[in-house]
């Protein structure tokens, strides 16, 4: 382990992630009407319409990527993202729009302080992440983003398309360890956000824990001791299911890596106490007896390794 994941999985999930940020403009739009098709535009402008509901092609992006890059008009940089995040949602013009030069110009964006224009910008960025090539230039914006996610308002839509677009980021091994510095704040934001928060985190923290590299420094993080409320039985399943995966998955992990957990120095206080302590342990046995057949499967499979 270590390289990247299998090439099916890491396809399906961050095409996952392009159509989520694609669906939740679709509904800002109203419904299609005649289909998808590609027609000439009489400025950039009109491209940003609400009533065009067509797929850009290579001129006509690059005419937006043009307004979007000259204009200083909040709103019509706002429309031009809109535009920019539907049309990223597919794969053709990913590329093209890398093509063109268009990820630093929408990079950009994402200093705006205009959180809608932020927000936009993000999940531009998410859609065109989807793209393994665009990856390699978008990854300039990971340490920026860390920083915003932690900076901006709780359980906000930036917040939560900052989170998006870095779990898009880490759903390979090649630039988890961008994140390593980040981690505390993760399991931080874990512990106050709320349920999307939570959910959002956990997938992002799913991600790093499948990579071995990334195992000792999840462990030895400080983290509240409120954590282990994740492994109540009440806890929502999609919460719930996730945080014993990522029990799972660190487990795991150890065991590629041929050495038991109790190998490794921990301070007090780490995440490894409070998986490896006695409460976590009363909490699997536990949850091996849960009315969810789920939950019982996954409690009943994690054997601490030490």
């Known amino acids: 382990m270590g390289g990247a994941r299998d090439v099916g999985w890491v396809a399906a999930g ?31 402008e009109d491209l940003t319409d609400g ?9 006509q992006l690059k005419k937006l990527l043009y307004l979007l890059e000259s204009t200083d008009d909040p709103v019509i940089t706002e429309k031009a993202l809109v535009t920019l995040v539907n049309n990223a949602a597919f794969s053709t013009n990913q590329a093209i729009i890398r093509e063109l030069g268009g990820i630093p110009i929408v990079g950009n964006k994402i200093n705006s302080l205009n959180q809608s224009i932020k927000e936009k910008a993000l999940n531009a960025l998410n859609n065109l992440s989807v793209n393994v090539e665009n990856q390699t230039k978008i990854k300039i914006y990971v340490p920026q983003v860390c920083e915003d996610v932690f900076a901006d308002p709780l359980n906000s839509a930036v917040q939560l398309a900052g989170l998006r677009l870095l779990t898009n980021m880490t759903v390979t091994n090649d630039y988890q360890h961008l994140l390593s510095g980040s981690v505390a704040g993760l ?29 000792e420094g999840l462990l030895s993080v400080q983290v509240d001791s409120s954590f282990l409320s994740l492994y109540d039985g009440q806890v929502a399943n999609e ?62 499979a994690i054997k601490p390794k030490f």
């Open 187 to 215: 399991f931080h934001l874990l512990l106050l956000g709320n349920g999307s928060t939570k959910v959002q985190v956990l997938k992002l923290l799913l991600n790093l824990s499948e990579n071995p590299a990334m195992t």
């Open 239 to 300: 919460i719930l299911l996730r945080a014993l995966t990522l029990f799972q998955n660190i487990n795991n992990c150890l065991k590629v890596e041929g050495r038991l957990a109790n190998q490794i120095p921990f301070a007090k206080g780490s995440l490894f106490f409070l998986l490896y302590g006695e409460e976590c342990a009363q909490k699997m046995r536990a949850l091996a007896c849960h009315h969810d057949v789920d939950v019982k499967e996954k409690a009943l």
């Open 51 to 59: 009533s065009y509901d067509d797929i850009l092609n290579a001129e």
């Open 14 to 44: 961050l095409v996952l992630g392009a159509g989520a940020c694609y669906c939740i403009y679709r509904l800002t739009r109203g419904p299609r009407r005649g289909g998808r098709r590609l027609r000439p535009s009489r400025s950039a």
